[in-house]
């Protein structure tokens, strides 16, 4: 493992086992796999200058926060998934989403998430095979789903049985269930693998796998 890998695999190991985890954090660690330099610093401003914006709005209507920030993101600031692009790897690099407004689902939704908790508004990540979405429990047992990567369009339950079918399977209710971090940090990189391995980029792919690998918590403690 090079250097500048194993200072990666440190930042990430450090982002997970935040309490709470910090996906933000997750996510700028996993970035620096990217040729492009970027500030930390700046991107993490820039979140919270869009959380800021949420918590004004949500402060006019208090019941609705969500409604708040999928306005802001989606709306306002048109963030949205990258179709003609889907592949790319700075759609999975965090400074370049944040900064193009483009990026794939499991980007768009960390950014939801980040944005969200820093506003009061607590969503979580859903794994659905093949597309991430972010839930959101409204003060009661009901869940409300909602599609980052479709510019925060609200999904019915028939709108995710039909995605996960076109994915190959069948809905299950732990597809519901909140994606731990370490879930998310391996999609993440998982992403990228493919991607690099697609374009024969066999020394970044070798350093997603590393990554992958030295993060893995073992079944045990991801149950």
């Known amino acids: 493992m090079s250097v500048e890998t194993a200072a990666i695999r440190t930042a990430l190991q450090r982002a997970l086992v935040a309490e709470p985890a910090r996906l933000d954090l997750v996510a700028l ?3 620096r796999l990217d040729d492009e330099p970027f500030d930390d ?3 993490l401003a820039t979140l ?3 959380a800021d914006s949420v918590r004004e709005a ?3 209507e208090p019941d609705g926060a969500v409604d708040a920030l999928t306005s802001m993101l989606g709306g306002k600031l048109g963030l949205r998934g990258d179709e003609d ?3 790319d790897p700075e759609n999975s690099f965090l400074p370049r989403v944040v900064e193009r407004r483009l990026g794939l689902p499991i980007l768009l939704s960390i950014v939801y998430i980040e944005v969200g908790r820093r506003a009061g508004v607590p969503l979580f990540g859903l794994a659905l095979p093949g597309h991430f979405v972010v839930g959101h429990h409204p003060g009661n047992e009901s869940l409300l789903v909602i599609d980052p990567f479709a510019g925060g369009a609200v999904l019915s339950l028939d709108d995710i049985e039909a995605r996960v079918v076109r994915a190959g399977a069948a809905l299950a209710p732990e597809m519901l269930s909140p994606a731990s971090a370490y879930t998310i940090a391996t999609r993440m990189l998982r992403n990228l693998l493919g ?3 697609r374009r024969s980029l066999w020394d970044k792919a070798r350093a997603a ?3 992958m690998q030295a993060i893995d918590p073992g079944e045990d403690e991801l149950n």
């Open 85 to 87: 692009q889907y592949d």
């Open 29 to 31: 660690a996993i970035a």
């Open 58 to 60: 949500s402060m006019r």
């Open 48 to 50: 919270e200058d869009w």
């Open 41 to 43: 610093d700046e991107v």
């Open 195 to 197: 991607s690099y391995q």
């Open 209 to 211: 796998a590393m990554l």
